[in-house]
């Protein structure tokens, strides 16, 4: 008896599968037919037929236009419900918030941004999501309750030990010991938070650079110098949250720098992060330094430097490059990544011409040689990435049939 009373739970264990495979593939290609749905997932043409007679009912794929062009008799195309579910995203900085709402097939449908004015904002931390998600949601046309998930991404990482914000001290406001639980007894849906470099590797992952690649160094490079670290296909965190911190590294060509997280920058950070640009430019003679803050100018002194023909600035992208390949080699000597992937600001400026400098000096200092790669997500990547992570969560969700 205790056998069979799990048997008439397997037909719908089955079903839910197939529903899944079908949403999927609804998401990867767009509008399909029954007969092209059929054939990508091996069902039969009734069970086909049976199946996205259900999910249209449920609400998940809505009939949407015909197929044209071809022999033939026009097939009814289907496609997945964009209204089926929301989920949202953030990305804080110490000057603002950036809040966005993608329907369930990743499509951005609302966005806020939301100025953070320095240590004396009026407005306390919880207020100031709370604000820059309901202006993302507002955008929308939605409600709060519309919204399944939230992730936040912030920089530094909150320690899963303790629940506190560490590595961002110069993030205002974030790091009293109750602001968890705050955000969470303010908000109606399950919030997740997550370290900004690492967003920026989910969104190369699924939709840029590092699609189809297991283990791979997303190195960033623009307001502060970091790193994601993907193994086995999933985001390595470390003890703390800190893994990737890697601006805190000791690395030769600066001086040995003692209690870090009180200094605020370490080694690598002084050696190749975007505070420093500047200051190599002018040491090696680059004329007409723009004025600003660092991460444009660092930006603005790489672009010039890759496509000026000028010997300071031929010097300046080598010595930049030989500055981030002192690093990454370490990070490649032990992790033996597969790619790594140049993001931020101030590398993705310097393009192929700095990707192929960084490339030869890392074959000279490690023995594994990895494939370095652009990043292709460039638009908001941290933002990207938090949408992409909580539209995951939210697909597992609302997809599940076998309820």
């Known amino acids: 008896m205790a056998g069979t009373a799990g048997t008439p739970g397997t037909p719908r264990v089955l079903r839910a599968m197939n529903d899944r495979a079908a949403l ?13 749905i059929g054939k990508l997932t091996g069902l039969s043409k009734p069970t086909a037929s049976q199946l996205l007679a259900r999910l249209e009912a449920s609400g998940l794929v809505l009939a949407t236009g015909t197929s044209e062009g071809r022999p033939g008799p026009n097939a ?34 609302g966005s806020y941004e939301l100025p953070t004015p ?41 320690d899963p030990n303790t629940g506190r914000l560490r590595y961002a001290s110069h993030l205002p406001g974030w790091h009293s010991p109750a602001l968890l639980e705050e955000l969470a007894a303010a908000l109606p849906m399950p919030v997740e938070y997550e370290n900004d470099v690492n967003l920026v590797a989910v969104a190369e992952q699924r939709l840029g650079a590092a699609r189809g690649h297991e283990d791979f160094v997303l190195l960033w490079n623009e307001g502060g110098l970091g790193a994601a670290l993907v193994l086995g296909g999933r985001l390595h965190r470390g003890w703390t949250g800190g893994a990737g911190e890697v601006g805190f590294l000791p690395v030769p060509g600066t001086p040995l720098v003692r209690q870090v997280s009180k200094a605020g920058s370490g080694g690598y950070q002084e050696l190749a992060g975007s505070q420093a640009i500047p200051r190599l430019a002018r040491e090696l003679g680059v004329e007409d330094i723009p004025s600003g803050p660092y991460t444009e100018v660092a930006a603005t002194l790489v672009a010039r430097a890759a496509e000026a023909e000028d010997a300071p600035h031929r010097r300046l992208l080598q010595t930049y490059a030989t500055n981030l390949a002192t690093g990454l080699a370490s990070l490649v000597s032990v ?5 790594v992937v140049l993001s931020g600001a101030s590398l993705a400026s310097g393009g192929e011409p700095l990707r192929t400098l960084v490339q030869a000096e890392l074959e000279e200092l490690a023995a594994s040689r990895p494939r370095l790669a652009l990043g292709d997500v460039r638009q908001h990547p941290v933002l990207r990435g938090a949408l992409e992570s909580a539209l995951a969560a939210t697909r597992d969700e609302v997809f599940d049939t076998s309820r």
């Not at 999927?24 to 092209?36: A, C, V």
């Not at 419900?81 to 989920?87: E, T």
């Not at 604000?131 to 990482?157: C, E, F, N, S, W």
Request: net charge negative.
């Open 24 to 36: 999927d593939l609804l998401l990867e290609h767009g509008p399909l037919s029954r007969t092209r």
């Open 76 to 109: 009814q195309l289907y496609e997945v419900n964009p209204a089926a579910g929301y989920a949202a995203g953030l990305d804080v900085t110490p000057e603002r918030i950036l809040a966005a709402v993608a329907d369930v097939t990743g499509r951005t449908v």
């Open 118 to 158: 320095g240590r004396r904002a009026a407005r306390s931390v919880v207020q100031q999501v709370t604000d820059a998600l309901d202006g993302a949601v507002k955008a929308a046309g939605l409600a709060r309750d519309d919204v399944h998930r939230l992730v936040i991404g912030t920089p530094g990482a909150f």
């Open 335 to 339: 992790l033996d990544p597969e790619l």
